[in-house]
Structures are given as C-alpha cells and as structure tokens.
C-alpha cells in the first residue's frame, strides 16, 4: 500500500503541474488533471479501510478510547494543527507535497468566493462587501478565491467581468489569482494536487473509502428511502465492503467516487456570529461523495481544504450554506483541521418577497453601473441590506461604514430589494458630491447625447446646476436638459390643468412678456440675474401675485407647468457653448404670439 500511495502522488503531482501551465478555464485539461490522479489513486485506497480497523485493533485500550466514539463507530481524536500550503513544484521534485494551514496570529482573515459562471450578482456582492467591511474594521485581509470547478460553467470572461464589478466597487482584496499571496493557488482548478492528497489522507485514516455504486443502484436506494418516508442518504454496501471486493473492482476498472464516511450518533455544533448555536445531528445526513467519478471534487471538500490551508479564520456568507456546514465541519475534523468561526447572512428578496431575479430587472452589479448608479450609492445600499449600526442614519461614505461596521448588528430576517430606496439614494449620492465631480460626470452624459459642446463650457456648468438636484440617476440628466431646451407650448395648451391658467386672463401675461421681450427688459433682467425683480414689476402692474402670476409666466416662458427656476433656464439658454437644439427666447416669443388664439376671448 505504501508503494502504490507514492504512486498515486508522483501522478497526481504530474498532472498537477502539467495542469498548472494550462488555461485554467480549460475543462480538457482539468478534466486530464484530476482523471489522472483519480485513477493513480485507485490502487492506494482499496486496503485503507482494512488498514485503519486493525490501527484501532491493535492500539492500546487507553488510546483505543479516543478512536471508537460511543456508537460504536471508529472516529479519530480530533487535535488542532497548523501549517502553510505550498506546491511540489515540478514532479521531479518530492513525493508529497506540504499542505498545512497558516499559523493562527490574531488577524482575521475573510474571504469571498465567487463562481465564474455568470455575472455578478448582488447577493454576491453585499457578501464581498460585508467581508471586505469586516476585514477593513478588523484591520484583517480579504482573499479572492476563483470556485472553477465547475468545468461546463466557469468562463474566463465571468472571471473578468465579476473582477471588473468588484473593482468598480472599490473592494480591493489582499490575495487572489491576479495578486497573488503565500497561500495559492487561488483558482480551484489550479488546486487539484492538494485535493487529491488530502483525499488519500481521509481514505488511508478510514475516513474515506471508494463507492462502485452505479446510478442506477442510487436511484433505487432513493425511491425506496421515499417510499418508506424516510430522508434520502446513502446507506449503500460500499461503506462496509472488504478489502477484497474493493480490489476486485478496483482490477476490473470500475467507475467510482470516494465517500466520506459520517460517524454515527454525533452531534455536530457551530457557534454562528450571526444566528447563534446551530447543530445538527450526523445520523441526519448519509455518506457524502467527495470526488466524483471523473476524478473531480466536490464543492464542500474543496470549501473546507481551500479555508483551512488559506487561513481562513472567519466564513461570512449567505444563509442558503447553512446546510453545508455540517459537510465541512466534518471534513475539517477528520482532517484535523481548525474551523474558521461561521456567521450566515439573510437571503436578498424582491419586493414580492421571493427571490430576487431577473424578472424583478436588473440584479448585476453591472447593469447598474451600466443604468447610471454610482459606487458609493451601491456600497451605502447594500450595506444595509441586513445591517446597520443602530440609528436612523441611511447615508454613509465608505469610511465611516468601515468604522461602523460589525457582525453583531447584521439582521437575521431577509431583507428587500427595493429599487425606490436604491433610487432615492443615488440622487442623494450625486448631491453630495463635489461640482467640479457632479459637472465632470453629467457633462460627460451631456456631451454623449449631443446637449453639450464639451464638459467645461459654461452651458455645461449651468446645465448641471440646474438638473443635478432633481435627478436620481445620472443618465436621466440628458432627459431632464433636453426639457429645458424644449418649448412645448403648441402640445401643452390642451391640457385640462393648463387650460385653467388659460382661462384665467393668461392674454394680459402674455402681453407683458412679449413687451417685455420686445423693450429688451426682459433680456436685460436676465443677463443682471433680475428676472424676479422683472416679474414682481409685471405683477404689480397687473395686480396679481403668488401662483395667479408665477405660473402664467413660466407657462409663457417655458411652456410648461413644471421645471427648475425660470430665470435660470432663461440664463442657460444663452450661456456659452448653448447646442443649436436649444429654442431661444426669441424663438419662444414667436412661438407665443403664434398660439394666441388658445386663450384670446
């Protein structure tokens, strides 16, 4: 056994390293990788089981202790250790490689693990955020880790473009693919050395032992589990075979994944940040596959190796992994391995309160970039999305959620995607900001749909002044100048609400508009920045005031009932660098003596 457990390392370092110099994405190539060690493997597992009952057999009474639990079932003392994963290197070099995990120091060490086989999403994100919050407040470091091994899924550009959103969002992170760190790799399908050792590991201490059961035989032992009411696990003959029918299988090259084998009548306890103590029972759950046929292995083997040799010492992510936990929690313990210190978020819901998808609009941090919403709005949103730090306060900068940000006040109910609130927020974002960066960002919009000459004009300052504090999405800055540039008097007159003006006297406004117009006043109140002064003199000669004379007269200015001050689009209209499109006042007289006939009696 121990000549043919060398064996299987050798190939499997091979092929490791092979791997290592290919495109990670390459599903041959894994697929190559794993298979090959998958089956280097065979011919050292089939004797592990054998060989642990007769270490428990043969070991003292006092040490037998720790190695049979009450059940009846063997199961290793489990001791805290500690190491740092480093590669073999080339296949010419040792046989093993060194897979340890990192001294525990104190620094807290987060992470955030997307799959690269979609876009990502924002559940995805209020993850990396509340990690990054929690390793920024703890003065820790964040890890990017690529799950790739889905081969049919994972793309290049999903891994770029998630990259691309997490650095839109400013969520730098200390270790990952593209920065490396001391405890790569940090793609999954760059890691298939380290799995595979570990997995001999669990086969030769009896934790872990082949499984030839066909699909066909699993189907059975389910529909007859459901039958009977009786939740689904794997109870097949694999878990108690002899040494011999292994290796007779093993011989005739049967197809087979490796289980892990649960202990019998244990209770398995986490203290979750987040929801407290939570247990589970082992007899709930069967023997569980940690590599598959293919040679492949299994998300929760992975999640487990990859923490523990990364040095993960907290795991923050949603609720819907809760169930994994007890998976993980046993591969740690058999591998003697210390668990990181869980905490499960609440699940993201639409307004309808099911799950948020894209029915609901956009969900990707992309598309909102993409519609116009600002990082910091995204941060500050999503934030308080199941967290916030006891007060009223809903606008915060970076820095001071960094401050305030702790685990004890995430929420455990789920919490609502609304896209009013995102809306509202991102308006106030854009208030906030500097001019020079409000003028900056608008102007650019501005430019693009042909309302600006360029982003520093006068018009462009204007502009911006005069519509960034009714917008809430910055794309909407072209609709709202593109209606002040307008006048849409002729397709207004016929409305209910502005026949009402119409009605009352609006002739006599009109009169004193175009007089003034024509006298030049009206110009000159304009240039001075005294249009109120020109029209508190209009009203006093007409004997009006209030709404019976300010609405009149941004009617007959503007042509419409609403928009921003009307001695401001007025000065806009002749600001320099102005876009042809613009209907100048003079136009707009012409147009107002045109359409006289809508209120002369």
Known sequence: PLVARRGALLCIQRASTAHSYASPFSASH??????????????????????????VAAAPASTRSHLVDRSGGTRRAVAPVRCVATNAGTAARAEKIDIKVPERDGTVRVRFAPSPT??????????ALFNWLYAKNMGGKLILRVEDTDTARSTKESEDAMVRDLQWMGLNWDEGPDVGGPYGPYRQSERGAIYMQLA?????DGHAYPCFCTDKELTMMK????????????????????????????????????????????RIEIDDMIRGKVGWDTDTLGDFVLLRSSGLPVYNFCVAVDDATMGITHVLRAEEHLPNTLRQALVYDALKFPRPIFGHMSLILAPDRSKLSKRHGATSVGQFKDQGYLRQTMINYLSLLGWNDGTEQEIYDTAELVSKFGVERINKSPAVFDVVKLNWMNGQHIRLMPQEDQVAMVGAVLVKEGLAASVDSPFTAKAVELCANGIELVQAASSEVRAILEYPLKENVEDEKMKKILDDDFGEIADAVVAGFESGDLAAAVAKGEFKGWINGVGKGLNRKGKRLFMPVRVALTGRMQGPDVGEVLGLLVAEGAPASAVLLANRIEALKAESAAWTK
């Open 30 to 55: 894994r697929m190559s990788a794993f298979t090959l060690s998958a089956h280097a493997l065979t011919g050292a597992v089939a004797l592990g089981r054998a060989t642990w009952r007769r270490r």
């Open 118 to 127: 979609g876009n990502l999403h924002v559940g995805g994100a209020r993850t």
């Open 200 to 204: 001999l590991q669990l086969v030769d």
């Open 223 to 266: 529909e007859e589990q459901e039958a009977k009411k009786l939740p689904p696990k794997y109870t097949g003959r694999w878990s108690t075979a002899t040494p011999e029918e292994v290796a007779e299988e093993m011989a005739k090259g049967t197809p087979c994944t490796y289980r892990f084998r649960v202990p019998a009548g244990e």
